[in-house]
């Protein structure tokens, strides 16, 4: 497998196919004021901010919990010491 061109040799025996249920099943919310309650954190791909909504990005945005990484579209491969820093900056508090 290749991410960004680069030989990810290791990742290739962990991918999997993603689930088409996900895409078919639709998820039922029995209290969504509740789960808008719950702080959201968003860490996101610099080049993915264009499309995405805005409006679901304020909350994190007005709450200091956005944050976007300048690398493609899968950042946990290509800057996981990243990822891994500010995941430990949000379970800090």
Request: glycine residues 6%; proline residues 12%; hydrophobic residues 40%.
């Amino acid at each position: 497998m290749l991410v960004e061109g680069r030989p990810v040799a290791w990742l290739e025996p962990k991918i999997t196919p993603h689930p088409w249920k996900c895409f078919a099943q639709p998820l039922c919310l029995e209290n969504e004021p509740g789960l808008r309650k719950i702080p959201q954190t968003q860490i996101v791909c610099t080049s993915t901010l264009p499309y995405r909504d805005p409006a679901d990005m304020e909350p994190a945005r007005a709450a200091g919990r956005l944050w976007d990484i300048d690398t493609g579209h899968d950042l946990m491969i290509t800057e996981p010491e990243a990822v891994a820093e500010l995941l430990r900056h949000v379970a800090a508090g």
